[in-house]
């Protein structure tokens, strides 16, 4: 039988005991007293044979409710995007999934590169002048940028509007626990951020403004605005965007964004269950040296050719300990690979092309559930992302949609109670003109 890894035998067992001077695996547990060991059996099943687990663990995968077999209109952070076929390609080999931090540049030239080009492609997209080299996700992100503006600005507020994605909204609430910082939340208002409201909250002690760009309702903010109220009181303006939306909308750097971050997920990186993701950090270059992770810059060898390193390393993990600006001295080097691989394949115009369709296709099925007399809430500009009022509890809707091979949108009542009956739809370019019908179709049978 072909082994996935090599098994070990008795002879290893008695091999490896005696190095270690051991006659037995009990006797390496000798230093716990016998009264506080266990010795019962463990409430497990009975070990299988390969061949036997492989069928029981397959046949538990069968159930759940993958993209393959079910029509997807669930968003929320993670998407149903177009994966560029050679992102699996290169990802695959050995040299990159194998890898892990670049510290040695002669050797680890291709991984250096990879990061560079993926740094370069989101300077480009946030229109920032310095992106690193990724974070672990959106969420953690979103909270490092708040402490690197308490940090920068010595404040002790950070406002952040309810139309950011609640999930990143708890990470950041974690990380102000630690940092004893004040997190206020603006209330929203038609979907948007409430501008009236943050116009009275920011004052001299807020260290930063945070909002999502599409919003987690789908909306657009209105940057040039809240830009305005944040830098009249010095604070740092800093929004967490979608990658794939600024193909169409207009980068944050061009309103005058501090701090830009988001998630990579929409380039090249499977739903997975929600994860691994990969976190975007990018900013002007006044913060170069305020970043946290790591950056990879291009430079020269002694012989004059093109090269990359890792570079600004008096950092968490060297030097510097005492004067950290993050505990976060890692980055997600495969997923940030798979997002650059995927967005070289697209190119420019590819990402202006998919994130065109992502715009049209979500503009089509609002007006499709309008003509079918489900009313679509918050209606005006949005990007992939929008809300229906139904007039039955979410969940058992999306529970008759899985009945049809259908994967409804979220609902929105688990992180806003107001928000009771109101489904938000995520329409990528992955739907079909057939399948955005069908989807009215079926939820308009429902909510008749």
Same mark, same amino acid.
């Given at each position: 039988?072909?082994?996935?890894?090599?098994?070990?035998?008795?002879?290893?067992?008695?091999?490896?005991?005696?190095?270690?001077?051991?006659?037995?695996?009990?006797?390496? @547990?000798?230093?716990?007293?016998?009264?506080?060991?266990?010795?019962?059996?463990?409430?497990?099943?009975?070990?299988?044979?390969?061949?036997?687990?492989?069928?029981?663990?397959?046949?538990?995968?069968?159930?759940?409710?993958?993209?393959?077999?079910?029509?997807?209109?669930?968003?929320?952070?993670?998407?149903?995007?177009?994966?560029?076929?050679?992102?699996?390609?290169?990802?695959?080999?050995?040299?990159?999934?194998?890898?892990?931090?670049?510290?040695?540049?002669?050797?680890?030239?291709?991984?250096?590169?990879?990061?560079?080009?993926?740094?370069?492609?989101?300077?480009?997209?946030?229109?920032?002048?310095?992106?690193?080299?990724?974070?672990?996700?959106?969420?953690?992100?979103?909270?490092?940028?708040?402490?690197?503006?308490?940090?920068?600005?010595?404040?002790?507020?950070?406002?952040?509007?309810?139309?950011?994605?609640?999930?990143?909204?708890?990470?950041?609430?974690?990380?102000?626990?630690?940092?004893?910082?004040?997190?206020?939340?603006?209330?929203?208002?038609?979907?948007?951020?409430?501008?009236?409201?943050?116009?009275?909250?920011?004052?001299?002690?807020?260290?930063?403004?945070?909002?999502?760009?599409?919003? @987690?309702?789908?909306?657009?903010?209105?940057?040039?605005?809240?830009?305005?109220?944040?830098?009249?009181?010095?604070?740092?303006?800093?929004?967490?965007?979608?990658?794939?939306?600024?193909?169409?909308?207009?980068?944050?750097? &061009? @309103?005058?964004?501090?701090?830009?971050?988001?998630?990579?997920?929409?380039?090249?990186?499977?739903?997975?269950?929600?994860?691994?993701?990969?976190?975007?950090?990018?900013?002007?270059?006044?913060?170069?040296?305020?970043?946290?992770?790591?950056?990879?810059?291009?430079?020269?060898?002694?012989?004059?050719?093109?090269?990359?390193?890792?570079?600004?390393?008096?950092?968490?993990?060297?030097?510097?300990?005492?004067?950290?600006?993050?505990?976060?001295?890692?980055?997600?080097?495969?997923?940030?690979?798979?997002?650059?691989?995927?967005?070289?394949?697209?190119?420019?115009?590819?990402?202006?092309?998919?994130?065109?369709?992502?715009?049209?296709?979500?503009?089509?099925? &609002?007006?499709?559930?309008?003509?079918?007399?489900?009313?679509?809430?918050?209606?005006?500009?949005?990007?992939?992302?929008?809300?229906?009022?139904?007039?039955?509890?979410?969940?058992?809707?999306?529970?008759?949609?899985?009945?049809?091979?259908?994967?409804?949108?979220?609902?929105?009542?688990?992180?806003?109670?107001?928000?009771?009956?109101?489904?938000?739809?995520?329409?990528?370019?992955?739907?079909?003109?057939?399948?955005?019908?069908?989807?009215?179709?079926?939820?308009?049978?429902?909510?008749?």
């Amino acid at each position: 039988m072909k082994h996935r890894y090599l098994p070990m035998t008795e002879e290893d067992k008695g091999a490896m005991l005696e190095t270690i001077g051991v006659s037995s695996i009990d006797e390496l @547990f000798s230093d716990i007293p016998e009264k506080v060991r266990f010795k019962g059996e463990y409430n497990i099943k009975a070990a299988k044979s390969e061949t036997a687990l492989m069928k029981e663990l397959f046949k538990m995968a069968s159930r759940n409710a993958d993209l393959k077999q079910n029509v997807s209109f669930l968003g929320a952070g993670v998407y149903d995007h177009y994966m560029p076929i050679i992102v699996d390609h290169v990802i695959s080999r050995s040299e990159f999934y194998t890898a892990y931090t670049p510290y040695q540049p002669e050797i680890s030239q291709g991984e250096l590169q990879a990061i560079f080009e993926f740094q370069t492609m989101i300077c480009e997209l946030t229109g920032m002048d310095v992106a690193n080299s990724s974070m672990y996700d959106g969420g953690t992100a979103l909270a490092e940028a708040a402490m690197l503006s308490a940090g920068h600005t010595k404040r002790k507020t950070i406002i952040v509007s309810c139309a950011v994605h609640p999930e990143y909204r708890d990470v950041l609430k974690t990380y102000a626990k630690g940092q004893n910082l004040d997190v206020v939340e603006v209330p929203i208002k038609e979907g948007v951020t409430d501008v009236a409201a943050l116009k009275g909250l920011v004052n001299s002690e807020v260290a930063a403004v945070i909002v999502q760009y599409p919003n @987690f309702f789908g909306r657009i903010e209105p940057l040039k605005e809240i830009e305005k109220i944040s830098h009249e009181n010095k604070s740092m303006f800093v929004v967490s965007s979608n990658p794939l939306s600024l193909g169409v909308l207009t980068p944050p750097g &061009k @309103f005058g964004a501090d701090i830009v971050i988001g998630d990579a997920q929409p380039f090249g990186i499977p739903t997975a269950f929600g994860g691994p993701h990969c976190g975007y950090f990018a900013v002007t270059n006044k913060l170069l040296r305020k970043v946290p992770g790591r950056l990879v810059g291009q430079t020269t060898d002694d012989q004059g050719r093109r090269g990359f390193v890792l570079t600004l390393q008096a950092r968490e993990q060297h030097i510097r300990r005492d004067k950290a600006t993050s505990n976060i001295c890692s980055n997600q080097a495969l997923t940030a690979l798979a997002a650059a691989v995927a967005m070289t394949a697209l190119g420019k115009k590819g990402v202006r092309e998919m994130a065109a369709g992502n715009l049209q296709k979500a503009h089509y099925a &609002k007006n499709t559930f309008k003509e079918a007399g489900i009313e679509v809430v918050y209606d005006g500009y949005s990007f992939n992302e929008f809300v229906v009022k139904l007039n039955k509890p979410v969940k058992e809707m999306n529970q008759r949609l899985l009945e049809k091979a259908i994967i409804g949108g979220y609902d929105l009542g688990r992180d806003y109670p107001e928000l009771k009956n109101l489904m938000l739809i995520a329409v990528t370019e992955q739907r079909s003109k057939e399948e955005i019908d069908n989807l009215v179709k079926e939820l308009g049978d429902l909510h008749a």
